[in-house]
Nanobody, 116 residues
Framework: QVQLVESGGGLVQPGDSLRLSCAVS????????LAWYRQVPGKERESISC????????SYRDSVKGRFTISRDNARNTVYLDMNSLKPEDTAIYYC?????????WGQGTQVTVSS
């Protein structure tokens, strides 16, 4: 059974940094794409960043380009999201998503709050 578990969220001040982690279990191969999404109550979940399984190519939402970095450690089946220069508008629940053999799996989410 595939499971995704996020960690690393918290309360930080504007300008601070956080690293989110998402550990994937229940699937032995690392040939699957991984992505980070976020959602604010009352709004749709939006894509933040993704990393290809085969090429390692990454992409980012315009609002986080230059501030967020996605990376993956295939040996640990873990994807990371390094978030720098955080802004209040980055406040949301952050989810990781895996596309494994054309099936979508979601983690439970981790809250990130940016406030002074």
């Amino acid at each position: 059974q595939v499971q995704l578990v996020e960690s690393g969220g918290g309360l930080v001040q504007p300008g601070d940094s956080l690293r989110l982690s998402c550990a994937v279990s229940g699937f032995t191969s690392h040939y699957y794409s991984l992505a980070w999404y976020r959602q604010v109550p009352g709004k749709e979940r939006e894509s933040i960043s993704c990393v290809s399984s085969s090429t390692g190519i990454t992409s980012y939402r315009d609002s986080v380009k230059g501030r967020f970095t996605i990376s993956r450690d295939n040996a640990r089946n873990t994807v990371y999201l390094d978030m720098n220069s955080l802004k209040p508008e980055d406040t949301a629940i952050y989810y990781c998503r895996a596309n494994i053999l054309s099936r979508i799996y979601w983690g439970q989410g981790t809250q990130v709050t940016v406030s002074s």
